[in-house]
């Protein structure tokens, strides 16, 4: 049995290899769909496994959850992925239902590292990020292997350090990790830290990326102790706090606890008007959520991965569709095979099973092939790919897996149709030449257009929204944000410098400097990442007007620098300290002015103080497009401005000004800070990258436009070059009759012409609908142009065109001889 089995299956191969090679312009034609939409399918399903494969990894992962903050203030709702600073001790005394309360605190990002070197020479690592203070819980949460040290003793006490693997190497080169144990560490020059223990380094794909660990003890000493540390009133996302849920504990009463906790403890003032309330964000959440930070980690996005999968999903339909509409337009050149086949006693379901053989093989080839092309894909998608996402096909079996099924899953919805019509031919019938008679060979021709027509809808519903992607993106990047943002520099110092006169005294060697126009001080610019806001009230006699607003520390240069309009008033006069402000138009109106000039001299209450309004400047776009501009302050205090905006005089026709203005500059600062980088962004770059996202989408929406455009004009010549050739005497006998080849081009051409304007009318409508969805993420955003539309179509057309113009062209200018002897 098991042997004549293998003597089937080798003669199906046989067969369907000689059928191969029979018909290599067409089977080439559906390797070469197959493989390009297997190879997209492979480079999606890379960067979709290796974002949903994140802290999968933990014990009890299910249970593990993130107690986060949400904020509710005048109308608008704010997040926190951290919490108050008690809140842990007090989950650990008082809540039940917990097995793990785990709660630690983030550190800075430009920690400064010293290590004791040879003759009391330091050796010093700048700018060093993933510290944190945990306490042994922590290493109970998230399991690390540990080379030296262990969890219960390590960060028992202040001023331990736990290292992992590859920091204890930067740090400590020479040095096994057991011989690290007891060496000295120093943050920030003045806390000395002692080396406990080292941990191997997380080897799966984690958010919790922290390579240093200090004891959060160190923390409780009164050197290191602030005043936020037992106060309820302050959040801040550095205060991040885990819990393992005990079995059968449900997240909504654990959450009810802590807001019950929070409740008891915290003391709301009278003229407290927000509203404070706590979630429980599950683990699987926090590598994908915007509103929650994840350790200053890339966040992903799942609508754009679902998005991707779709993507995916359609450039392997369209290589289906290919083979099943070239396969069931051959099939009555099969006919007399089949006929025979059947004669000689095969059964439906041996013919099914040879022409699934025929599938598979030609699926296997292109699965072959696309594993090839896959390494150039992801040096196209370099953009878009995230940093830690490899491709080994030996090292990663969960691929092998993922194209073995792809395998089996496409030559199934590749050949089952065309083996179901093939294996359905009544021999009879075959060998008389009536090989369609009373079956389905309408339905087919049916079929194959639906089909076709398909493929044209999702080519140009690919080419729409690359198209409106394209002009959103040029729109973000065009439009006249409310400021002047080009030839513009700004850099800024470290929050740990207090020294505001060192700052003001590098201010005063930049304006030597012959390529900068005018220096502006500021805690940032005026579209920036770095934000904060503050609750403001306004008292008009009737009611109280509370609101949170955006605030912004500058100086009188700050709106000539980048050429604000002021409405009404004045520039801010001079002063070290808050003592009056500027407001945008929006917080105007809502504090109930129908004119700037109506709130000029009116006094807004915040910190305590009364500041009068000396003027209202037009509104500008203080972060991207996708927001909305909020109501604004703007005003002045010396110790908070530490970001120097710089504009630079218009660059020369050698390109040399900003140049020789960044040399200089960088010069200066080395005198200024020699203990600091010389860092500075160009504003106009800084804005572009609010739209990072977008153009990675773009580039992706380029890409698959691409591939399905080559997709659908492979079918397209496929089923060209069939109807050509089922057409050649007829061809023959038009030109002999004094048909011109215009003439029968315009023959030949009109029926898939007819089909592409059917997906064209069908396109539309599924493309607009996706666009205005899309649009829906900007506060601000493009309109849906008729011409994105009429556009999609005519490259679709045009393509087409190219297609059949260049095959029709050719079997209308053979000699009409030839033609009449092809049969």
């Not at 042997?3 to 067409?26: D, G, H, I």
């Not at 983030?106 to 020479?121: F, L």
């Not at 065009?478 to 520099?489: E, I, R």
């Not at 607003?549 to 409405?567: E, G, H, S």
């Amino acid at each position: 049995m098991i042997q004549k089995t293998e003597t089937m299956l080798k003669n199906y191969f046989s067969v369907a290899f000689r059928n191969f090679w029979r018909n290599k312009t067409f089977s080439l034609i559906n390797i070469f769909g197959l493989a390009i939409g297997i190879s997209a399918a492979l480079v999606i399903y890379l960067i979709v496994q290796y974002d949903f494969s994140f802290d999968k990894f933990h014990k009890d992962d299910s249970r593990i959850y993130r107690v986060v903050s949400d904020f509710s203030f005048s109308g608008e709702r704010f997040y926190n992925s951290g919490v108050c600073y008690p809140m842990g001790n007090a989950l650990r005394k008082e809540a039940t239902g917990i097995d793990l309360v785990v709660p630690f605190r983030t550190g800075d990002e430009d920690t400064r590292v010293s290590i004791p070197g040879k003759n009391n020479q330091p050796v010093v690592y700048k700018k060093q990020k993933h510290l944190v203070f945990v306490d042994a819980t922590y290493f109970k949460l998230i399991s690390y292997k540990w080379l030296a040290g262990s969890a219960a003793t390590s960060l028992a006490q202040p001023y331990q350090v736990v290292l992992t693997q590859s920091r204890a190497k930067q740090f400590f080169p020479a040095l096994a990790p057991a011989d690290i144990i007891g060496k000295d560490i120093y943050f920030n020059d003045t806390v000395r830290a002692n080396v406990t223990g080292v941990v191997k380094d997380l080897e799966q794909n984690t958010d919790f990326t922290f390579t240093v660990f200090i004891a959060r003890a160190t923390l409780e000493t009164a050197r290191m102790k602030d005043n936020m540390w037992e106060s309820w009133d302050g959040t801040t996302s550095a205060s991040q706090l885990f819990v393992k849920l005990s079995q059968g504990t449900s997240a909504a009463s654990v959450e009810k606890s802590i807001f019950a906790l929070y409740s008891k403890y915290h003391k709301k003032q009278k003229d407290d008007n927000g509203k404070t309330a706590y979630a429980l964000q599950p683990l699987s959440d926090i590598h994908f959520n915007n509103n929650y930070d994840n350790f200053d980690q890339r966040l992903a996005h799942k609508p754009t991965l679902y998005g991707l999968l779709a993507v995916a999903a359609f450039l392997l339909l369209l290589g289906c569709i290919n083979f099943i509409n070239l396969t069931t337009a051959q099939s009555i050149q099969r006919a007399k095979e089949i006929g025979i086949r059947k004669t000689l006693g095969s059964s439906k379901t041996q013919l099914i099973s040879q022409f699934l053989s025929e599938t598979f093989l030609i699926t296997a080839i292109a699965t072959l092939l696309s594993i090839a092309i896959t390494p150039l894909l992801l040096k196209v998608f370099a953009d878009f790919i995230p940093e830690g996402l490899h491709f080994n096909i030996t090292r990663q079996p969960g691929i092998v897996l993922f194209l073995l099924a792809l395998v089996v899953v496409v030559t199934i919805l590749s050949g089952f149709y065309p083996a179901l019509i093939l294996s359905g031919f009544k021999p009879v019938l075959v060998l008389k030449n009536q090989a369609y008679g009373n079956t389905g060979k309408t339905g087919s021709a049916f079929l194959r257009k639906s089909l076709t027509v398909a493929q044209f809808v999702i080519a140009q519903v690919f080419i729409i929204a690359t198209l409106l992607v394209g002009k959103q993106i040029n729109y973000s990047l065009t439009k006249d944000l409310g400021f002047k943002k080009d030839a513009v520099v700004y850099l800024s110092t470290s929050w740990r410098d207090p020294d505001a006169n060192r700052r003001f005294a590098f201010m005063e060697k930049l304006k030597s400097i012959p390529e900068i126009a005018m220096i502006s001080m500021s805690n940032a610019p005026p579209s920036s990442n770095n934000t904060w806001s503050s609750s403001m009230k306004y008292k008009d006699g009737k009611k109280n007007i509370e609101s949170d607003v955006q605030m912004k520390m500058i100086d009188t240069n700050y709106l000539r620098l980048y050429k604000m309009k002021l409405l009404a008033g004045s520039n801010l006069p001079y002063s070290d300290t808050a003592r009056s402000m500027i407001i945008n138009e929006t917080y105007s109106k809502i504090l109930g002015f129908r004119h700037p000039q109506e709130v000029i001299g009116k006094n807004i209450e915040w910190d305590n103080r009364q500041l009068p309004v000396v003027g209202v400047v037009a509104d500008f776009h203080q972060r991207s497009l996708h927001e909305i501009i909020k109501p604004l302050a703007l005003t002045s205090n010396k110790s908070q401005s530490r970001t120097f905006n710089i504009a630079l005089q218009p660059q020369n026709a050698e390109g040399t000004v900003w140049k020789s203005a960044i040399a200089k500059i960088g010069k200066i600062w080395k005198e200024t800070y020699p203990e600091d980088e010389f860092e500075y962004n160009f504003l106009d770059e800084s804005i572009a990258q609010y739209y990072t996202a977008e153009k990675n989408i773009s580039s992706l929406l380029l890409w698959a436009t691409g591939l399905a455009i080559a997709i659908s004009c492979l079918g397209l010549l496929g089923l060209v070059i069939y109807i050509t050739n089922q057409r050649t005497k007829e061809i023959g006998i038009r030109k002999v009759i004094g048909a011109s080849i215009g003439q029968l081009i315009a023959l030949l051409s009109k029926d898939f012409l007819k089909l592409i304007a059917i997906a064209f009318v069908i396109a539309v409508p599924v493309a607009y609908w996706g666009s205005y969805k899309w649009l829906e993420n900007f506060a601000y955003k493009t309109t849906i142009s008729w011409w994105i539309f009429l556009s999609g179509g005519l490259i679709m057309f045009l393509s087409a065109i190219i297609i059949l113009g260049l095959r029709t062209f050719k079997a209308a200018s053979v000699n009409p001889v030839e033609s009449l002897r092809s049969e």
